[in-house]
């Protein structure tokens, strides 16, 4: 007979804690059933090894040195993760591989488990070209394990986690080329800010190439489609990531899913599955689609927390998150860009040259740039330069929040910062209504006045 509980959660990354740990403080039975380590890819294999490599990598430490440091940082954060700390919750934590054989029905090993709810957070895993399958190639989950620091290293993508990595193995020692099909790198992100992050790069002695990989080159390295070899003797292979849940059976279960991920509404319920949702990586929401961040799989637990735990209507929002790449100099951006946001909307652009911190510290690359709407709604924003990341956060609660510029014009920052670059940016626009024909002769009639 199954063991039968109120929330059955596949997968203990990022989405599947949060909504464990959530059901399980309001008193659910819960069951988390994980198949790999718990923490799942962020903790493992992605962001806080990655940011940790960054890190170690900019202070000159050696290869040995930094494998110890991502070694401490993983451990240090692991028992927030571990499954001993969700058992003290009240969770029984299932390891193995989960599997639908019918509705909300599971095996797991020689356990038939059943929930009230199913929450697959699946998460995904690299993406990896077929020309590569029998050879010798990296992905974020195996190039910690290296042995030692390749002297050159060939990347494939050029997106944030491409970017990034091609920043570290640089500031490491090692000759770096950036391979990309694409026009430009970080092709999602808006223009503006994409260029002090390439001319940052190219001066730290980076490669790119802008054409697409066609095969492997014979004395190691890749073969480009117009016949070029560029050598390596490593290949770290960061071209995006996949979904395959074939192993769940999610037929079983009545789930549609594709290459993007299980196809859910914009509550996050699988499509033709009553009373299971999708979190994470693995959610691709109607008309949003997959938005693979840590950040975004804990908004994913909120919105689902919220409807099992009190039936309350919740959605994810169709506005693109907050986002950052963390290289030097980081771009950090949310919401719409200009083109995006269409005819009618507006940019306003305030430089790091001038702003006084940039200046005392004499690093002025980079920009910030707000996007607006033509009553003056922020509709995103952009910065790149030193501690973007940190700075974005501001911005990010305007465009949640629908806030008029205005608001934010009046708010009074510490000085000398970088924020206060966006302070200025909205600043010049509050001068354009202060210093407007209008308020002028107002203020030209009042001044008449005894």
Known sequence: MAERFDLVVVGAGAAGLSVAYGAARMGFHVAL???????????NAGCVPSKTLLAAARKGLSWDEVRREIRRAVETIAPVDSQARYEGLGVTVIRGVARFVGKRALVVGDRDIEGRYVVVAA??????????????????????????????????????????????????????????????????????????????LQGRGIKFEFLAAAGVAPGGGILLQDGREVVGDAVLVAAGRVVDISDLNPAAAG??????????????????????????DVADPEGVGAQRFTH?????????????LFRLPARVSAMPPVRVVFSAPELAQVGL?????????????????????????????????LVLNRRGRILGAGIVGPGAGEMIGMYALAVARRMNVLALAGVVLPYPIRGEAGRRATGAYAAEKIFAAGPRFLARLLARLP
């Open 33 to 43: 059933v994980e198949r790999g380590e718990m923490g799942g890819e962020c903790l």
């Open 123 to 200: 998460g995904s895993r690299p993406f990896v070209p077929t020309f590569l399958a029998g050879q010798n190639y990296l992905t974020n989950e195996t190039v910690w394990d290296l042995a030692k620091k390749p002297e050159k290293i060939v990347i494939l993508g050029g997106g944030p986690m491409g970017v990034e990595m091609a920043d570290a193995f640089a500031s490491l020692g090692s000759a770096v080329t950036l391979v990309t099909g694409g026009p430009r790198i970080l092709a999602r992100e808006d223009a503006d800010l994409v260029a002090p992050v390439r001319a940052a």
């Open 255 to 280: 789930i549609a899913w594709g290459p993007r991920g299980i196809r859910t509404d914009r509550r996050l319920r699988a499509m033709g599955a009553d009373k299971i949702f999708a979190a994470g």
């Open 296 to 308: 975004v799989a804990g908004s994913h637990a909120a919105v689902i927390l919220r409807q099992i």
């Open 337 to 369: 860009t200009l083109e995006q946001a269409g005819p009618g909307a507006r940019a306003l652009v305030q430089h790091f040259a001038e702003n006084d911190r940039a200046i005392c510290e004499g690093d002025t690359a980079g920009l910030v740039k």
